[in-house]
Nanobody, 123 residues
Framework: QVQLVESGGGLVQAGGSLRLSCAASKRTLSTYAMGWLRQAPGKEREFVAAITRSDYDTKYGDSVKGRFTISRDNTKDAVTLQMSNLKPEDTAVYYC????????????????WGQGTQVNVSS
């Protein structure tokens, strides 16, 4: 069992930036493709970004392309989501997720999930 813990959420004005981090309870993060999904109140969970185990490929949801960047450091068992030019519609709970391959993450088919971190973007 892998426990994922997100951090870095908060309140930011539109146009601002935030950096989310995800850490694992065990030194096994390099085993998994990692990603971020989000869920706004009253809406379905939405794919945000994903990265392969060895950092050779990334995927992004259409609504965040060009504004968000996912990266990982397997030596630190950490994954980061750098969010720029934030918009009010980015307001959501952001979840870190781990899956055996990157293709599962856009479908929300993760093996492990974090508890989420709240991001609020004011207009």
């Amino acid at each position: 069992q892998v426990q994922l813990v997100e951090s870095g959420g908060g309140l930011v004005q539109a146009g601002g930036s935030l950096r989310l981090s995800c850490a694992a309870s065990k030194r096994t993060l390099s085993t998994y493709a990692m990603g971020w999904l989000r869920q706004a109140p009253g809406k379905e969970r939405e794919f945000v970004a994903a990265i392969t185990r060895s950092d050779y490929d990334t995927k992004y949801g259409d609504s965040v392309k060009g504004r968000f960047t996912i990266s990982r450091d397997n030596t630190k068992d950490a994954v980061t989501l750098q969010m720029s030019n934030l918009k009010p519609e980015d307001t959501a709970v952001y979840y870190c997720a781990a899956a055996m391959n990157i293709e599962r993450l856009p479908m929300g088919a993760a093996a492990f999930w974090g508890q989420g971190t709240q991001v609020n973007v004011s207009s």
